[in-house]
């Protein structure tokens, strides 16, 4: 089966960093991604990782470890446009399928 | 097109009622799938088109969903005697290629809300 957590809830400040954290336990495993979600939009992709390892892409990076089943998006100098819902979904053996995790909704404040 | 289209945006059904819900994908993308969403959930897997081809159902809760894409393009989802619990935000989204790992790309969804 596929099993996928990440914190429901998280609430940061405008310009600080924030860490999502996402583990896993799925049969097989082909890439992990993130996705932002706003609020009654379309999830956008955000990173793909499937190596061990940071991978920066501007205000925010992602860090995946195998062999703990275990990823983490950083989001640096946040802002109000930030808010939102982050997705963690991993790709396992069953071809391009992402199976997701709840989500974590973000919210950042002044 | 530019992205993934959806229609209708927003369908309100009466309870028992059949709906349909439209979707778009890239021109060019040869896979589709189709995602349920519950309102502050992570979106759930329904179904898997490559070309018109359904290679997975596995995700469909009940056999009153039906999906096709029989031209290998537009794909529509079919809910037959809608039920309270078929409310939720449904998603659909294309990639171009099979055999890899692509990302995907998202339509904003049809909003149903079974009264």
């Known amino acids: 089966g596929q099993n996928i957590d990440q914190p429901t809830e998280m609430t940061a400040t405008e310009g600080a960093i924030v860490q999502i954290n996402c583990t896993y336990q799925t049969s097989g495993f082909n890439g992990l991604f993130w996705y932002q979600q706003h609020a009654g939009e379309a999830p956008t992709f955000l990173s793909y990782?499937?190596?061990?390892g940071l991978e920066e892409k501007g205000r925010f990076s992602s860090f995946l470890s195998r062999s703990k089943g275990y990823s983490y998006l950083l989001l640096k100098e946040l802002q109000m446009k930030d808010s939102a819902s982050y997705l963690c979904a991993v790709v396992g053996d069953a071809g391009n399928m992402l199976t997701f995790g709840g989500g974590t909704r973000l919210m950042v404040k002044p | 097109g530019a992205g993934v289209s959806q229609s209708p945006r927003y369908k309100v059904a009466k309870r028992g009622q059949d709906v349909a819900l439209r979707c778009d994908p890239i021109s060019g993308h040869v896979s589709l799938f189709w995602y349920q969403q519950a309102l502050g959930q992570g979106p759930e897997f329904l179904t898997y088109?490559?070309?018109?081809?359904?290679?997975?159902k596995s995700g469909l809760p009940s056999d009153r969903f039906f999906a096709e894409r029989p031209e290998g393009s537009v794909s529509t989802l079919k809910i037959q005697r809608t039920q309270q619990e078929d409310s939720a935000v449904y998603l659909c989204?294309?990639?171009?290629?099979?055999?890899?790992?692509?990302?995907?790309?998202f339509g904003s969804g049809t909003q149903l809300s079974v009264l």
């Open positions: 989204a294309s990639s171009l290629v099979t055999g890899g790992i692509e990302k995907l790309f």
């Open positions: 088109f490559q070309n018109e081809a359904q290679l997975d």
């Open positions: 990782n499937v190596l061990d």
